[in-house]
């Protein structure tokens, strides 16, 4: 009994480990795409959004469309690492439903795309100072 006991909570925690979402800073989150070929960015935020401005890359597809989930299959594969972000940064929901289809690593930008355009912002004036 111990022995399928053991089994048991081995391949829960072993599951729980194979599926994690990190929410990770504008300046990590930039350089692991940068640094992955093959990333795979999702823009969750809505339609008017992405067009303004977005992470080039990134696929806009909003967790409120009737096909979201069909719509993500048909264009991230699940086999590679997903990088998500919204316009603050609160994915929870969106990202366990992800990893319930499959989806095993999510990289979420803590802050969204508010915290990303800060992080922009900052970079552009510290290189604008680093000139003078």
């Not at 990190?22 to 990590?28: F, S, V």
């Not at 998500?84 to 990202?95: F, M, N």
């Not at 499959?102 to 803590?110: A, E, P, Q, S």
Request: charged fraction near 30%; charge should be positive; hydrophobic fraction near 40%.
């Amino acid at each position: 009994m111990r022995h399928i006991l053991f089994a048991v909570l081995l391949i829960f925690s072993a599951q729980r480990l194979e599926s994690q979402v990190y929410h990770i800073k504008p300046a990590d989150f930039l350089q692991m795409v940068s640094d992955n070929q093959r990333a795979q960015i999702l823009d969750l935020r809505d339609v008017q959004e992405y067009q303004l401005r977005h992470i080039p890359g990134a696929v806009n597809i909003q967790p409120t469309d009737l096909f979201f989930l069909e719509d993500v299959r048909n264009q991230l594969s699940a086999s590679d690492t997903l990088y998500i972000y919204c316009r603050i940064g609160k994915v929870e929901d969106v990202a366990a439903l992800l990893l319930k289809n499959g989806y095993r690593v999510i990289y979420n930008l803590k802050g969204g795309s508010v915290a990303w355009d800060e992080y922009l912002e900052k970079e552009k004036r510290k290189k604008k100072k680093d000139r003078h």
